[in-house]
């Protein structure tokens, strides 16, 4: 049986994590061994802020929102409230961008929200606040 030589999957391979290194700074694009440990790392790094950039996408559309909503007298958290009880199902990113490209659209939804608000979803205005008095029974102190 003939010998079996890896020149050529080991150049490959090699070739391969080199291609992919390019651009690395000093020897971490030449050298294969630190090459390889870059890649890795660099890889790790992908992987995790794939998902912190969901996370920080969010972050945006929810300050745009709110300096939308604010400059119709109006808190995020009142906004988003408003938006459930409307009935009006738009997620973030879409808000975000209507209040960033298009204000007009954006104000129209922000009145129907202000309408809800203070009238409730099926139009009937809210029941007044019951006024609590903390006045405590003389009796109770006297001891």
């Known amino acids: 049986m003939a010998r079996v030589k890896r020149g050529t999957t080991t150049h490959a391979?090699?070739?391969?994590?080199?291609?992919?290194?390019?651009?690395?700074?000093?020897?971490?694009?030449?050298?294969?061994?630190?090459?390889l440990q870059r890649l890795?790392?660099?890889?790790?790094?992908?992987?995790?802020?794939?998902?912190?950039?969901?996370?920080?996408?969010?972050g945006l559309w929810?300050?745009?929102?709110?300096?939308a909503v604010r400059?119709?007298?109006?808190?995020?958290?009142?906004?988003?409230?408003?938006?459930k009880r409307a009935g009006i199902e738009m997620d973030r990113k879409v808000l975000a961008a209507i209040a960033f490209d298009?204000?007009?659209?954006?104000?129209?939804?922000v009145k129907n929200v202000q309408a809800v608000?203070?009238?409730g979803a099926d139009g009937t205005p809210p029941a007044p606040h019951?006024?609590?008095?903390?006045?405590?029974?003389?009796a109770a102190h006297a001891g």
């Open 130 to 138: 019951a006024e609590v008095h903390a006045e405590a029974p003389a």
């Open 71 to 83: 400059e119709h007298w109006l808190t995020y958290s009142r906004f988003i409230d408003g938006l």
């Open 102 to 109: 298009d204000a007009a659209s954006f104000s129209e939804i």
């Open 40 to 58: 890795e790392k660099s890889l790790q790094y992908a992987y995790r802020d794939r998902r912190n950039k969901k996370r920080e996408f969010r």
């Open 117 to 119: 608000l203070a009238h």
């Open 62 to 67: 929810i300050q745009r929102i709110n300096a």
């Open 13 to 35: 391979r090699h070739k391969k994590v080199l291609a992919q290194s390019k651009g690395f700074v000093g020897r971490s694009s030449t050298s294969y061994r630190i090459a």
